[in-house]
């Protein structure tokens, strides 16, 4: 994406030239510094903060001063909130929360008759893995996607607008895990159940672990809708694509099928699972895939000795599986085994051709880089950064040195604690650049003020432009971060206000239609045999309605745009005593629709602070 964020441009107030040319700035500033100093080695003591600080001034700007912008989206996902939160990168301010499978009352997620469409009355959720939509192996702006590990859900979040556009749920799925997206064009999203069940799991063979089976599926990325699904061996856990569009892979873990702890960690060895995408294709065009139970979907058989899987062994219980920013290698964590394992993906393509017989050998090395590496992250000088679980710490190693049998560790330095994910800026594109690195904690004890028994967990952030990983903040955040990403901002280009055809509001418009109603002038109560539809406006500081009358037994939908056309002028919808509260940001229209049970007088308002009025933006909804 090179077109020019001109949205962003007039909010700079310092007049400087900000982008992109300050980034380049920065580019050259890192290198220089790569140069000049010297490699250190072990661990780095935390609290190296002066320091840290002082080389922060000569690589990547860290302060961002009030008033001043982030150079980087962040895009975190919330664990057991369910949510996706904006970060801003470097300040670590939270800029928003995206609902996503979850109830937020701030916004009416799990209110609005939209929202409500795509929960189908669940409300949580467990959001691991935030991805982007890719084009040509870097982000095009359109899209995040987000797995819902405990519902088998896949959500698409549109980014002009930062909302939830689309939930699915995954058939035949348990525990939808690791995901990616195509990262050559804007294709399909590859997801991994993690859990085995029986195929269908609809009360056979529940008591033979054996008739248990994963699923890796396919979901295209503009319906939504699965594709395909191929089952597997073992148990599915993170996913990657390459950058050609060619494979999707899997690391795999109980490789001995087992359900108990020791039957699962028996073996020294699980699997990458490589996914060969074209065999997959021409296998379901060909009509090979098979039904299972209600679902539609074609499934084939990838376990054992299959045309569309190539299993290659790692060590041990392998966990992350990243690509480095030259496509040319997936670095697999060992997770119970101190090694992250290099596939060479040359190798996979002769192994798919046959002339590589022992898959084993797609495995080029395998250095030591700590105890209970999780996650792979890469910066644009050939180096991964690991994280490490058990050391709690991040190991900064080289690729090309591990390659060459050298031993590869440049540095290690500590987090505070029990690190799960790490991410480095633009690592998962080709265009990696070596400025920030992010290390999710799941601990942060001693490191904040108590609150509780349950804590903070804690983000940190790494300037890793030079030769050392510099610590340079930490917040404490609401859990779960899971997973993140970090995105430089010019690729992301959200809209202030929405357009008034946005297909979001389709069945708002399609009402106002069938009731002959103008929504953005609407000032209407329709009955239409036991439905009242309230249509109305909200301009600062009132809405066109300041009455509703309705019959008890009715039920009710409010039809609610907001008019204002002015940047940031959300209002909202809070209706007392009936559990609703929804906001409606500038040109949006919502809905809610609910059923009165009580005679009375009940006062609507707005809960978004609009006006020096806003107290009296307000109306009555009366039940006679
Ligand atoms: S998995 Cu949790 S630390 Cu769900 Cu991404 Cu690796
Ligand atoms: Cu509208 Cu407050």
Excluded at 15 to 39: I, Y
Excluded at 40 to 65: D, N, Q, R, T
Excluded at 388 to 401: M, P, Q, R, Y
Excluded at 513 to 533: F, P, Q
Aim: one cysteine or more.
């Amino acid at each position: 994406m090179t077109e020019k964020n001109d949205d962003h441009k007039d909010e700079i107030k310092t007049g400087e030239v900000v982008e992109p040319s300050r980034r380049d700035f920065f580019k050259t500033a890192a290198t220089g510094l790569a140069g000049a100093g010297a490699v250190s080695m072990g661990i780095l003591p935390f609290g190296a903060a002066s320091e840290a600080e002082a080389s922060s001034k000569s690589g990547p700007k860290l302060h961002v001063g009030p008033g001043e912008l982030d150079e980087y989206y962040g895009f975190w996902s919330g664990g057991q909130s369910g949510e996706v939160r904006v970060i801003g990168i470097p300040s670590g301010r939270e800029l928003k929360r995206i609902p996503v499978f979850n109830f937020d009352a701030a916004y009416g997620w799990g209110v609005t008759n939209i929202s409500k469409g795509m929960l189908k009355g669940k409300l949580t959720g467990d959001t691991h893995h935030v991805h982007l939509s890719y084009k040509d192996g870097t982000y095009d702006g359109k899209y995040a996607f987000v797995n819902d590990k405990a519902q088998a859900r896949l959500a698409r979040i549109r980014l002009d607008m930062m909302v939830t556009d689309k939930i699915c749920e995954i058939p035949n799925a348990n525990g939808t895990h690791g995901i990616f997206p195509s990262r050559n064009e804007m294709n399909a999203i590859y997801c991994n159940s993690e859990f085995r069940t029986p195929l269908p799991n609809d009360g056979r063979d529940l008591e033979d672990p054996t008739k248990y089976a994963c699923l890796h599926s396919c979901i295209d990325a503009e319906s939504m809708e699965t594709r395909w699904q191929i089952m597997v061996d073992g148990n599915l856990d993170l996913c990657a694509t390459d950058y050609e569009g060619k494979y999707s892979m899997a690391c795999c873990y109980n490789s001995e099928e087992g359900v108990t702890l020791p039957e699962m960690m028996a073996k020294d060895r699980d699997w990458l699972v490589v996914f060969n995408l074209e065999r997959i294709e021409a296998a379901i065009k060909a009509g090979k895939g098979i039904k299972i139970g209600d679902s539609d979907v074609p499934v084939l058989d990838g376990r054992g000795d299959s045309p569309y899987t190539l299993y290659i062994p790692v060590p041990k219980s392998p966990h992350g599986v990243n690509m480095d920013p030259t496509g040319k290698y997936a670095v697999c964590s060992g997770k119970l085994s101190p090694t992250v394992s290099i596939v060479e993906l040359k190798k996979v393509d002769e192994a798919f051709a046959g002339k590589i017989k022992n898959p084993r050998d797609c495995v080029i090395a395998e250095p030591e880089v700590g105890l209970g590496p999780l996650h792979t992250a890469f910066d644009n000088r050939g180096n991964a950064y690991t994280s490490i679980f058990l050391d709690s710490v991040v190991t900064k190693w080289n690729i090309a040195k591990a390659i060459a049998g050298e031993n590869p560790v440049i540095e290690k330095v500590d987090v505070h604690y029990q690190i799960g994910h790490i991410n480095a800026s633009m690592s998962e594109t080709k265009d990696a650049d070596g400025n920030w690195m992010v290390a999710l904690c799941k601990f942060s004890k001693d490191r904040f003020i108590p609150v509780g028994p349950f804590r903070p967990e804690n983000d940190q952030l790494f300037n890793i432009s030079g030769d050392r990983m510099e610590m340079v903040h930490e917040a404490a955040c609401h859990p779960e971060p899971h997973d993140a990403l970090i995105v430089t901002r010019d690729l992301i280009r959200p809209k202030k206000v929405w357009q008034r055809d946005d297909r979001r509001f389709a069945f708002e418009h399609a009402l106002a239609k069938k009731y002959n109603v103008t929504l953005e002038a609407a000032a209407n109560v329709i009955e239409d045999g036991d439905h009242t539809y309230v249509f109305m406006v909200g301009i600062a500081p009132a809405f066109s309605l300041t009455k509703f009358n309705v019959k008890l037994g009715n039920t009710v939908t409010v039809v609610l745009t907001n008019m204002d056309r002015v940047e940031d002028l959300s209002h909202g919808f809070c209706l007392t005593h009936h559990d609703i509260n929804v906001g409606v940001s500038p040109q949006e229209t919502t809905s809610i629709t609910f059923k009165p049970t009580k005679k009375g007088v009940f006062w609507y308002y707005c809960p978004w602070f609009c006006h020096a009025l806003h107290l009296e933006m307000r109306g009555r909804m009366i039940v006679s």
